[in-house]
């Protein structure tokens, strides 16, 4: 069972930069993808950024935060970063981390707990 753990959430004025890590106790080699959601109150949870890891590790970011954004992988230390700059009070929300296998035509998900991301004047 893969476990991912969050950190780096908290609070930022707006205009301010954060910079969340998932920490992967299996291999990243051993995704599919891996990436962030978020979700705030009273909404669904939602993409802020993906890598399908491979040859190219293929990025894609939620048109909400492009240019603010940047989705990383350290595949030495298992873990995934977002760097978050520009922040608003719109992306006050719980991150999640999150990443997907496929294995024998079965695709398995695996969440973090959530870190929990507050913009305020």
């Known amino acids: 069972q893969v476990q991912l753990v969050e950190s780096g959430g908290g609070l930022v004025q707006p205009g301010g930069s954060l910079r969340l890590s998932c920490a992967s106790s299996?291999?990243?080699?051993?995704?599919?993808?891996v990436g962030w959601y978020r979700q705030a109150p009273g909404k669904e949870r939602e993409l802020v950024a993906h890598?399908?890891?491979?040859?190219?590790?293929?990025?894609n970011y939620a048109d909400s935060v492009k240019g603010r954004c940047t989705i990383s992988l350290d595949y030495a230390k298992n873990t995934v970063n977002l760097q978050m700059n520009s922040l608003t009070p719109g992306d006050t929300a719980v991150y999640y981390c999150?990443?997907?296998?496929?294995?024998?035509?079965?695709?398995?998900?695996?969440w973090g707990q959530g870190t929990q991301v507050t913009v305020f004047s």
């Open positions: 299996g291999s990243i080699h051993s995704f599919n993808a």
């Open positions: 999150h990443a997907d296998q496929l294995y024998i035509g079965q695709k398995y998900d695996f």
């Open positions: 890598i399908i890891t491979g040859v190219r590790d293929r990025t």
